[in-house]
C-alpha cells in the first residue's frame, strides 16, 4: 500500500526566509504532484512532476522529484505572507494518494 | 479547461436525517470522477471514485454511497448521517488520457450536528 509522508506537518517562518517541504513516498511512482490550499477553500494545483529529475517554478516556490530517493522537496524562496496556506503533495499510483499536509504560516 | 459545480456549499443537517451532495462536471468529456473527505485539520480520504457511467469503487466501508447517472454527474448520498460524517467533502476529476492534475471543486462543508 502506497504511503504518502510530508514533513514537517506544521511550519512557521519569518518573512524573507527560505525552507524547504519534504514528501517521501513508499513505492514506485513518477508522477506526483503538489497542491495548496488555503483556508476554508478547495485545493489549487501548483505543480506536476512526470520524471526522475523533474524540477518545476513557480514565483517562490521551486518543486522538485527524485524517483529513485522516492523524495520530493518543495522549496520556498523568501517567503512572504501571501504563501501562508496548507500545502499537499500527492503520489499517483492507480488513483492519487495524499500526504497529510504542511501548514505553513509566514510572519512578518 | 473543465469546471467542477459542487452544491450545496454549506450545509448542517441532524444526525440521521439523509444527504445528497451533487457535482457535475463541464468541459470534459468521460473524466474519472472522485469524492474525497477532509476532517478539520487533516489530509484528504478518498471516499468513491468513478471511471464512467455506473461504475463506483468505494475505497473506506461506511455509510455513505456514490452514484454516477450520468457522465459528468456524480453524487454522494447517505441514507443516515452520523456525526463522524461531519467534514469538507469535495469532488474532483481527471482524465486518463494525459497526466493532468486532479481539478477540485470548491467543496461542500457538512456539519452533523
Known amino acids: 500500500e502506497l504511503k504518502v509522508e510530508q514533513n514537517p506537518l506544521f511550519l512557521s517562518m519569518q518573512e524573507g526566509k527560505n525552507y524547504t517541504i519534504y514528501c517521501n513516498y513508499s513505492t514506485t511512482s513518477d508522477r506526483l504532484y503538489w497542491y495548496r490550499q488555503d483556508p476554508g477553500k478547495s485545493l489549487e494545483s501548483l505543480f506536476v512532476?512526470?520524471?526522475?529529475?523533474a524540477v518545476k517554478q513557480e514565483g517562490r516556490l521551486m518543486a522538485s522529484l527524485d524517483t529513485k530517493a522516492r523524495l520530493s522537496t518543495l522549496h520556498i524562496t523568501a517567503a512572504v505572507h501571501d504563501l501562508s496556506a496548507t500545502y499537499f503533495c500527492?503520489?499517483?499510483?492507480?488513483?492519487?494518494?495524499f500526504g497529510k499536509g504542511t501548514k505553513l504560516t509566514v510572519n512578518p | 479547461s473543465q469546471t467542477i459545480h459542487q452544491w450545496p456549499a454549506t450545509l448542517v443537517q441532524p444526525v440521521g436525517s439523509p444527504l445528497s451532495l451533487e457535482c457535475t462536471v463541464e468541459g470534459t468529456s468521460n473524466p474519472n470522477l472522485y469524492w474525497y473527505r477532509q476532517a478539520a485539520g487533516r489530509g484528504l480520504q478518498l471516499l468513491f471514485y468513478?471511471?464512467?457511467?455506473?461504475?463506483i469503487s468505494s475505497e473506506v466501508p461506511q455509510n455513505l454511497s456514490a452514484s454516477r447517472p450520468q457522465d459528468r454527474q456524480f453524487i454522494l448520498s447517505s441514507k443516515k448521517l452520523l456525526l463522524s460524517d461531519s467534514g469538507f467533502y469535495l469532488c474532483?476529476?481527471?482524465?486518463?488520457?494525459?497526466?493532468?492534475?486532479?481539478?477540485f471543486g470548491n467543496g461542500t462543508r457538512l456539519t452533523v450536528t
Open positions: 500527492a503520489v499517483d499510483q492507480t488513483k492519487l494518494v
Open positions: 512532476l512526470l520524471s526522475n529529475g
Open positions: 474532483a476529476s481527471d482524465r486518463d488520457l494525459d497526466n493532468s492534475p486532479l481539478h
Open positions: 468513478s471511471v464512467g457511467i455506473g461504475q
